[in-house]
């Protein structure tokens, strides 16, 4: 089993930054591929960023890339999505998940922390 608690969180303006933290539980946190989900309201969850515990390698889904950036510290069971540039379309609960497979598909990922949520103002 793996825990996953999200923070970070906040109420900022256009254009600002935030950073977004994941923190897991168990001593296996490096061998699982990390992803930052989102949900908007009244909208589906969607992919944001993933790393992949093999080799760090990442992806982002479109409308993030350039902006956002995820990274991992395996000594603290910690991934990271750095947000910058954001914008009110970002405004959502983001949440980190675990799944064993680098990959965009949301039922890959087995382990979900709470959420958190961040809104952007214009």
């Known amino acids: 089993q793996v825990q996953l608690v999200e923070s970070g969180g906040g109420f900022v303006q256009a254009g600002d930054s935030l950073r977004l933290s994941c923190t897991a539980s168990g001593r296996t946190f490096s061998m699982y591929t990390m992803g930052w989900f989102r949900q908007a309201p009244g909208l589906e969850h969607e992919f944001v960023a993933r790393?992949?515990?093999?080799?760090?390698?990442?992806g982002y889904r479109d409308s993030v890339k350039g902006r956002f950036t995820i990274s991992r510290d395996n000594a603290k069971n910690t991934v990271y999505l750095q947000m910058n540039s954001l914008k009110p379309e970002d405004t959502a609960v983001y949440y980190c998940?675990?799944?064993?497979?680098?990959?965009?598909?949301?039922?890959?990922?087995?382990?979900w922390g709470q959420g958190t949520q961040v809104t952007v103002s214009s």
């Open positions: 998940a675990a799944g064993r497979w680098a990959t965009v598909a949301i039922g890959q990922y087995a382990y």
């Open positions: 790393i992949s515990g093999s080799d760090d390698s990442t």
